[in-house]
Structure formats: C-alpha cells, structure tokens
C-alpha cells in the first residue's frame, strides 16, 4: 500500500501506520507467512510457542488474518475492549493506534541500560511447554485454570513478577488487575470456543496496549490466531480437571541439562484452523 509507513516487522507479521485515506492514523496489521518452532536433530518442527523464526509456510498468513477476525468479531459481540476495527483483505487488518505496555530506561546514557519494549501475557489451561520446562515437577497437563504470567519480550523473552513491575513503575496495581483480568476473560472466551468443537486449548499468548486515543484504555492488541494458540484433542479431564491420560500423550525429554515436552495429540494449526474456517 502507497498511503502506509512500515513501523514495525516481527515474527509474524509487519505493521504499518497508515497516512492517507478513510483509516489515515490507523495501523494496518500485514499477516505474514513466517512462522516460529525449533529444531530436532536437523528437522524443522513448527511451534507457536517458540520464539524463533525457522521457515515459512505459505498461505499461513491469510488463515491468520481469517481466524483472528473471528475471534476479535466476537470479543466485540461481548463487548470486551480490542484495538480492532476491520479486516480489508486476506492478511490484511485495521486496528487502532495503541501503544504496547512499554518503559523507557530510567538512565538511558547507563551501558547496558534498555527499555522494556513490550509485556506479553501468557494465560494456561494446562502444564505444558516453558511452564513444564521451569517446573519439571508437574504433571505435565495440570489443571493450572487460566494461569497468567508475564514476560517482557525481546530477542528472548523474559518472565517478570507482578510485585517486579509495580516496583518499577510499569504498571500500577490496578492495571495489572485490569490487564490479568483482561486476559483471562478473553482466555475463557477462547477456551470455550475449542471445547465446543471438541479440542482443548492448553495455552496462549496475548499482548496488551493502550489505544492512544480517549482516556488510554488498556485493550488486547496485536493477534489472536494460531500462532498464539496451543491446541489438543482427545483431552480427558479427571475430576480436578488434569489431564488422564497425560502419560501417554505427553512426550518428554531430557539431555545436556535442556528439558522439552511434546504431546501426541496437540493438533497442527492446519487442522484446528479447517475447523473455524
């Protein structure tokens, strides 16, 4: 597009702040094909909940954009705060202009000083993936109930405490209450709408900013879509809600002191997509 600025590239998508037209002031969110995972002895393997970009799959963008306009259409149908205002083309979205939950640094002449860039909020259903790697004396497949944690995002995100961004001034105590609120009413939304087309969402990720316009509410920003989702089938609730037949489902590994977890029945986001699409 001529009338847009490219303001930011991530790991899916790009963001470009448009400068003419009806939306003039508005971002428009690019969906693009990259996609994030790691490698197992020379083979790519494709996981939303890594951080690092490995390869590309074609056509991921445009599902991306489909599915989270799905999800935004219904957060707005319950009234629940977003940045989003449309979807204009495959992978292409308008949303409004929000800042991410952000800090510059106190000292900024200080070597070694750096902003927080951008809080990323991780709700889970259940014990898997970097909470299972941190907390290898789970089950794995808890019942963990739309836990939230916190990370400050960058080259390799970081987990922080409620108490640690109080301290530093990021956020206050309300809008920590706010924000986890936030995140778990829309987990909730999310959740119910896998557990009605029979899978299980075991975790995800949102980011969280506030609009620039009005009183700087704080909403859920960036994306709701398969690259933020992990998802299972065939999950079998006990009756505190872990899982039954984590043993044989879950996959574990340990060597050189590095832990993973994978689970024979997560569900490829091709396949859980088809469902909503």
């Given at each position: 597009?001529?009338?847009?600025?490219?303001v930011?590239?991530?790991?899916?998508?790009?963001v470009?702040?448009?400068?003419?037209?009806?939306?003039?002031?508005k971002?428009?969110?690019?969906?693009?094909?990259k996609?994030?995972?790691?490698l197992d002895n020379?083979?790519v393997v494709?996981?939303?909940g890594?951080?690092?970009v490995?390869?590309?799959?074609?056509?991921?963008?445009?599902?991306?954009?489909?599915?989270?306009t799905?999800?935004?259409?219904?957060?707005?149908?319950?009234?629940?705060?977003?940045?989003?205002?449309?979807?204009?083309?495959?992978n292409?979205m308008?949303?409004?202009?929000?800042?991410p939950?952000?800090?510059a640094?106190?000292?900024p002449?200080?070597?070694?000083?750096e902003p927080?860039l951008?809080?990323?909020?991780t709700?889970?259903n259940?014990?898997?993936?970097s909470?299972w790697r941190?907390y290898?004396?789970?089950?794995?497949?808890?019942?963990?109930?739309?836990?939230v944690?916190?990370?400050?995002?960058?080259?390799?995100?970081?987990?922080?405490?409620?108490?640690?961004?109080?301290?530093?001034?990021?956020?206050?105590?309300?809008e920590?209450?706010?924000?986890?609120?936030?995140?778990?009413?829309?987990?909730?939304?999310?959740?119910?709408?896998?557990?009605?087309?029979g899978l299980?969402?075991?975790?995800?990720k949102?980011?969280?900013?506030?609009l620039?316009?009005?009183?700087?509410q704080?909403?859920i920003?960036?994306?709701?879509?398969?690259d933020v989702?992990?998802?299972c089938?065939?999950?079998t609730?006990a009756?505190?809600?872990?899982c039954a037949v984590?043993e044989?489902?879950?996959?574990?590994?340990s060597a050189?002191?590095?832990?993973?977890?994978?689970?024979r029945?997560?569900?490829a986001?091709?396949?859980?997509?088809?469902?909503?699409?």
């Amino acid at each position: 597009m001529a009338d847009s600025l490219l303001v930011y590239s991530g790991k899916s998508k790009d963001v470009y702040r448009i400068t003419d037209g009806a939306h003039a002031g508005k971002y428009r969110l690019l969906f693009t094909d990259k996609a994030t995972g790691y490698l197992d002895n020379g083979t790519v393997v494709f996981d939303p909940g890594r951080d690092e970009v490995v390869g590309e799959v074609p056509g991921k963008g445009a599902i991306a954009c489909r599915f989270a306009t799905h999800f935004f259409r219904l957060l707005k149908a319950r009234q629940i705060p977003s940045h989003y205002i449309d979807t204009i083309g495959d992978n292409e979205m308008i949303v409004e202009p929000a800042a991410p939950l952000s800090l510059a640094p106190e000292i900024p002449s200080l070597p070694g000083a750096e902003p927080l860039l951008n809080l990323e909020f991780t709700w889970r259903n259940s014990a898997t993936g970097s909470f299972w790697r941190r907390y290898p004396f789970v089950k794995p497949c808890k019942n963990l109930d739309r836990v939230v944690e916190v990370w400050t995002k960058g080259k390799s995100d970081v987990l922080i405490t409620t108490e640690a961004l109080q301290a530093t001034g990021a956020l206050t105590r309300d809008e920590l209450t706010h924000c986890v609120d936030l995140v778990r009413q829309v987990a909730e939304i999310v959740s119910r709408e896998f557990a009605s087309k029979g899978l299980h969402a075991l975790d995800g990720k949102f980011e969280l900013g506030r609009l620039k316009g009005g009183d700087g509410q704080i909403v859920i920003i960036d994306e709701i879509s398969p690259d933020v989702l992990r998802v299972c089938s065939g999950y079998t609730p006990a009756a505190n809600g872990d899982c039954a037949v984590c043993e044989t489902c879950a996959i574990t590994r340990s060597a050189d002191g590095e832990r993973s977890i994978q689970h024979r029945r997560q569900v490829a986001a091709s396949d859980f997509v088809s469902i909503f699409l």
